[in-house]
């Protein structure tokens, strides 16, 4: 077992070896360093955006019936984190992303790799791009940290999910973005 000491400026001793920031010892010092050297880089493996046609119309109105709808589409995908950057929340889109990716990993080792960058990219709260989530369910994932599964975020998930619908998608259809879109192609449309 570790023992966890209390943040203090003054470290006599590293005080254990996890990986999760919980308190100030050396190591995890040493392991903000490296982080942050290795930030950019794993930054840049985030597609700008997910390859996909364009949407037709009907997919296009089909995004104001649902949030789901919304949701299964790439194209739809895009366009709403185009919408989120203009709010500065795009990281729950990240986040969900990640998440999504991390469910169809079926190798351990790259599972815990990926679930040990999805927490240090966004539960952490050392992270620039940290989501928004509630006590109970960083306490969960903590927890499930000591053995990472494709599953280990799904609460969070879930939650960043139910507060993009909930708080950002209303916003999204009325949104210059989603309107100039759907103009866009009911007008592409009706010329062809």
């Given at each position: 077992?570790?023992?966890?000491?209390?943040?203090?400026?003054?470290?006599?001793?590293a005080?254990?070896?996890?990986w999760?920031?919980?308190?100030?010892c050396?190591?995890n010092?040493?392991?903000?360093?490296?982080?942050?050297a290795?930030?950019?880089?794993?930054?840049?493996?985030i597609?700008?955006?997910?390859?996909?046609?364009?949407?037709?119309?009907?997919?296009?109105?089909?995004?104001?019936?649902s949030?789901?709808?919304?949701?299964k589409?790439?194209?739809?995908?895009?366009?709403?984190?185009?919408?989120?950057?203009?709010?500065?929340?795009?990281?729950?889109?990240?986040?969900?992303?990640?998440?999504?990716e991390?469910?169809?990993?079926?190798?351990?080792?790259?599972?815990?790799?990926?679930?040990?960058?999805?927490?240090?990219?966004?539960?952490s709260?050392?992270?620039?791009k940290?989501v928004?989530?509630?006590?109970?369910?960083?306490?969960?994932?903590?927890?499930?940290?000591q053995?990472?599964?494709?599953?280990?975020?799904?609460?969070?998930?879930?939650?960043?999910?139910?507060?993009?619908?909930?708080?950002?998608?209303?916003?999204?259809?009325n949104?210059?973005?989603?309107?100039?879109?759907?103009?866009?192609?009911?007008?592409?449309?009706?010329?062809?």
């Amino acid at each position: 077992p570790t023992t966890v000491q209390p943040a203090s400026n003054h470290r006599p001793n590293a005080c254990c070896f996890c990986w999760c920031c919980c308190c100030s010892c050396s190591w995890n010092e040493d392991r903000e360093r490296a982080w942050r050297a290795s930030r950019e880089t794993k930054l840049e493996t985030i597609p700008n955006c997910e390859a996909c046609g364009s949407p037709t119309p009907e997919e296009v109105q089909g995004w104001a019936q649902s949030f789901d709808k919304l949701m299964k589409s790439p194209a739809g995908r895009n366009v709403f984190r185009q919408f989120l950057r203009t709010e500065y929340s795009e990281e729950n889109m990240l986040f969900w992303l990640a998440c999504e990716e991390l469910k169809t990993e079926c190798n351990k080792h790259t599972i815990d790799e990926k679930a040990r960058m999805i927490y240090e990219d966004y539960i952490s709260i050392l992270s620039p791009k940290e989501v928004s989530l509630d006590s109970r369910v960083r306490e969960v994932i903590n927890r499930k940290m000591q053995e990472p599964s494709s599953h280990t975020f799904d609460d969070a998930q879930l939650q960043i999910y139910t507060l993009m619908h909930r708080d950002s998608y209303p916003r999204f259809l009325n949104s210059a973005i989603y309107k100039s879109l759907l103009q866009s192609v009911s007008h592409s449309s009706s010329e062809s």
